[in-house]
């Protein structure tokens, strides 16, 4: 038996500096002593922020509004007593099931998956792990070695799966529901898979998870989390969504069964929870881009790549090209204090829509909603400056580098290892300008161009002594001083 609600299952940092592990309970009685979650698998702590929030909705009573104006100043109140209340914290935890491996009602789970699904190893739960049948790299488990995960792990990679949980071709599921039989092992990919989502970040866990609750955005009429209401009928069709919980934890496509010995998870159940769609919404953590002829909103994608600084700019404001996410927008509504002191954290998982995991980042902001675009528009545009001159500045200078090589006719035309030297010297260096100038609200000069400069000059230097390559090497570069 493993019950989350008061089993150390979920690490922490306290605000002393010490770290533990704590169940929901002492986690949520002392959320005002906890300085932030410290979970080892980034999606994880996003999934797990999703559920905390809907929780303290639940025990704050922040979920009874419908209006935006009465939960922004409730949400105050409850922040200005420091604390969650222990009583309301234990009368919603004693009316639902938090057991792991409860034999009819387990957390996050369908017990109904033996029936219904095969069973597979732990291997498949750990997605660090290379699957059963593929090549072994760093891991070296395979279909006949898949050692036990132990149930504080486990739990993690269960919530992974609910968030960020591979399509295309899964785990096998027959379903039988008024004379008709559906047997498919096609899964829909996670709501959050392969995009970077965005959480405010307070000085205490307490002031993280008031701080992080979206506005009121759909009805409240039937909200539920999946821990809270009766098992989903897979054929049918997945509810519409509701706030807070709904939209918070109620969209994973993606059904799981924890097997185990013990408290140790040896194996698992893993495949689809529905055939139809849910309806689509705008995830209220995700920066969304703009289709300039449809107006289709996406969400920005996370890409390990790509430094997390260059979408700076696109938290402060919204612009025809993109909106931020919306839960920043909400924490405008917090005591000016606490808006001088919050800072962002950035979650992203660079995955393809299928199975392949590419690898996860997390960043995080100095405080920024003194740079929003409500408060200083002046240097929410800077910020947009900035980052569009460094990107106009990059794309010039790797253009020109390929070029060069081109004309230096030093390999195949098709490549160009200067390319990604230079991006490895580029972006640091733009990241130093981009702080400095937003730091003392200047527009930059010629400091991305002058940076590109030296960046040609340091790539191209193994192969200077050649005069075709030092005359394509001042051609690029005079290019890029060109930029206006």
């Given at each position: 038996m493993t019950n989350i609600a008061t089993?150390?299952?979920?690490?922490?940092?306290?605000?002393?500096?010490?770290?533990?592990?704590?169940?929901?309970?002492?986690?949520?009685?002392?959320?005002?002593?906890?300085?932030?979650?410290?979970?080892?698998?980034?999606?994880?702590?996003?999934?797990?922020?999703?559920?905390?929030?809907?929780?303290?909705?639940?025990?704050?009573?922040?979920?009874?509004?419908?209006?935006?104006?009465?939960?922004?100043?409730?949400?105050?109140?409850?922040?200005?007593?420091?604390?969650?209340?222990?009583?309301?914290?234990?009368?919603?935890?004693?009316?639902?099931c938090w057991d792991l491996f409860d034999e009819q009602r387990p957390w996050m789970q369908d017990p109904r998956l033996p029936d219904q699904a095969e069973r597979k190893t732990a291997n498949v739960l750990d997605m660090t792990r290379p699957g059963d049948n593929s090549a072994i790299w760093w891991k070296h488990t395979h279909a006949d070695y898949a050692p036990p995960l132990p149930a504080h792990e486990a739990v993690q990679w269960l919530i992974v799966h609910h968030y960020y949980g591979s399509g295309g071709a899964g785990g096998k599921r027959t379903v039988?529901?008024?004379?008709?039989?559906?047997?498919?092992?096609?899964?829909?990919?996670?709501?959050?898979?392969?995009?970077?989502?965005?959480?405010?970040?307070?000085?205490?866990?307490?002031?993280?998870?008031?701080?992080?609750?979206?506005?009121?955005?759909?009805?409240?009429?039937?909200?539920?989390?999946?821990?809270?209401?009766?098992?989903?009928?897979?054929?049918?069709?997945?509810?519409?969504?509701?706030?807070?919980?709904?939209?918070?934890?109620?969209?994973?496509?993606?059904?799981?069964?924890?097997?185990?010995?013990?408290?140790?998870?040896?194996?698992?159940?893993?495949?689809?929870?529905?055939?139809?769609?849910?309806?689509?919404?705008?995830?209220?953590?995700?920066?969304?881009?703009?289709?300039?002829?449809?107006?289709?909103?996406q969400p920005r994608q996370a890409n390990t790549s790509r430094s997390a600084w260059r979408d700076f700019d696109a938290l402060l404001a919204d612009r025809p090209t993109h909106t931020r996410p919306a839960v920043l927008g909400d924490a405008l509504d917090l005591p000016d204090d606490l808006q001088d002191t919050l800072r962002v954290r950035a979650i992203g998982w660079h995955q393809d829509r299928q199975a392949t995991n590419t690898g996860w980042y997390v960043s995080e902001t100095p405080p920024l909603l003194r740079y929003m675009d409500e408060h200083d528009p002046a240097r929410a545009a800077l910020a947009e400056t900035l980052v569009t001159t460094a990107d106009k500045v990059y794309g010039a200078m790797r253009k020109a580098l390929h070029k060069a090589w081109k004309d230096a006719d030093l390999g195949d035309p098709k490549q160009c290892p200067w390319k990604d030297a230079a991006d490895h010297l580029y972006w640091p260096a733009a990241e130093h300008i981009f702080w400095a100038h937003l730091d003392a609200n200047t527009p930059p000069e010629r400091e991305f161009v002058d940076t590109a400069v030296r960046v040609i000059d340091t790539v191209t230097a193994p192969h200077a002594d050649r005069l075709l390559v030092a005359r394509e090497t001042a051609r690029a570069i005079r290019t890029v001083r060109g930029i206006k």
């Open positions: 089993d150390p299952v979920i690490p922490v940092t306290r605000s002393d500096g010490t770290t533990t592990r704590l169940g929901l309970r002492d986690l949520l009685v002392h959320a005002h002593k906890i300085r932030h979650l410290d979970i080892p698998i980034p999606p994880a702590e996003a999934g797990l922020l999703r559920i905390l929030y809907t929780i303290t909705c639940r025990i704050t009573g922040l979920d009874t509004h419908d209006n935006r104006n009465t939960w922004a100043e409730h949400r105050n109140t409850v922040l200005a007593t420091g604390r969650f209340d222990a009583d309301a914290i234990n009368a919603y935890l004693g009316k639902h039988t529901h008024n004379n008709k039989t559906v047997s498919d092992q096609y899964m829909s990919s996670g709501p959050l898979r392969s995009t970077v989502t965005y959480y405010p970040l307070g000085a205490t866990l307490f002031e993280t998870l008031l701080a992080g609750i979206p506005a009121p955005s759909h009805t409240t009429t039937g909200d539920a989390a999946p821990w809270e209401t009766d098992l989903n009928q897979p054929l049918g069709t997945p509810p519409a969504p509701t706030w807070p919980a709904g939209i918070l934890t109620g969209q994973s496509r993606h059904a799981l069964l924890l097997d185990h010995t013990d408290n140790e998870v040896d194996g698992v159940y893993l495949t689809w929870a529905w055939k139809e769609r849910h309806t689509p919404i705008l995830d209220p953590y995700c920066i969304h881009n703009i289709d300039p002829k449809t107006g289709e909103a």
